[in-house]
């Protein structure tokens, strides 16, 4: 959680007041049943939500932060903290996306989403507006109606398991925490083998703490909530599954295909994207950013008029003859929103295009990446992911001229940024 108090307070929609007053009204229920004192700070939160005072959720969520209860204060109920806890991160970061965004393209993004998701289904949100603008703009995220939505990104995480649990356990398989046990245990057991065999991830890394091993990097916690998530795939083997990536996970991968903005996520590995998936996806996303950045944007637009648009658009703010929608672009919550959910699409056309066995495969994915790419940058061409994730490709491919043009329009649109400029040096150093 970010402070932010110093911003005004935007006018907020009725639907996320009246999550908000769900959230709450579930809060006071479990704290008359398990008695427990909890900090007044918690409902001056809840208050703060019901009345849509965005400075308000702002300052109190950092205060909870990093709130710690005396030492001598009773220990609340575990279960009651995770649910309250949980509650309180998804109303902040559901209110953080329609006050420093655009509420046009926050409602675009959950109910895009939402509306993509047959019911009884299970849904992955891995960024937080993934997962907070969709437990927001549900008819009624605590019920599963229309469908579960879960964060793979938490998992490994025992409050949230024990919140899943309460909520969830008795209408789909959620880990409990000995499931958790046993894959921490698996992991560590095959972490300390690669180990010895110098077979290690980079920048995995985990060590031992009062005797226990530990993770101390994101390798080793996404290596485990992404069996945790395999496991919940397994045991709901009824279930339609839907993904939207921050991560991703390796066992999903080859079960993966465009759907909308997010991913499907097949009960067998598909051998291929087919042709026609492929076609509805660009279909799709051409139509997104005709409304958004002007119907200009095809597979044959060279990246040189890509990174022309973005330099004059997002660089100089130059609307002249700009054919999209200035709210969108002027809109950094939006661009990053909707760029990361092409990127991952891109992500999967790229990794189907170094894996395939055919060769014509490999270059119609190829191809698919290469535009699902250009449009992610199109989409928020200041974006690290984007920037990284498409300069590999063109390394991949050997397209060193896009991959140098590609890097030194990020370093102009974001000079601070290191890593950007980092890339710019490796990729200068390729072509020597």
Known sequence: MQPSS??????????????????????RELAARFNPQLPPVIWAFFDAAKQGSW????????????????????????????????WIMEIYMAFAQFALGEPKYAFAFGRGIIDSIPPGSIYFGGTDPGRSLITALCRAHETGDPFFTLTQNSLVTPPYLRYLQAIYGHHIYVPPEQDLEQVKNDYF???????????????????????????????PVMRLNAALAKLVFDRNPDRQFFVEQSFTMDWMRPHLAPHGLILAVSRQPLSSIPAEAVQKDQAFWRDRLGQTLGDWLRPETPMSEVCAFAEKVCLRKDLAGFNGDPKYVNSEPACENFSNLRT??????????????NAAERRRTAEAADFAYRQAFALAPRSLKVVVGL????????????????????CKLAPDQSQLQMLLGQIRNRQN
Do not use: C
């Open 391 to 410: 300069a590999s490709h063109y390394l991949a491919e050997h397209q060193f001229a896009d991959a140098l043009r590609l890097a030194e329009t990020a």
């Open 344 to 357: 991952s699409i891109a992500g999967l056309y790229a990794w189907r295009a170094r894996t395939d066995s």
């Open 55 to 86: 400075p308000e959720v702002a300052r109190l969520g950092e205060e909870l932060r990093g709130l710690k209860l005396p030492p001598e204060a009773p220990k609340p109920d575990p279960m009651l903290i995770a649910q309250v806890w949980s």
């Open 6 to 27: 110093s911003l005004s307070s935007p006018e907020l929609p009725p639907e996320l007041i009246a999550f908000a007053d769900r959230k709450d009204r579930h809060a």
């Open 189 to 219: 057991a095959d972490y300390e083998r690669r180990q010895k065999e110098n077979k290690l991830l980079p920048g995995e890394k985990v060590e031992k703490v009062e005797g226990k091993l530990e993770p101390k990097s994101a390798v």
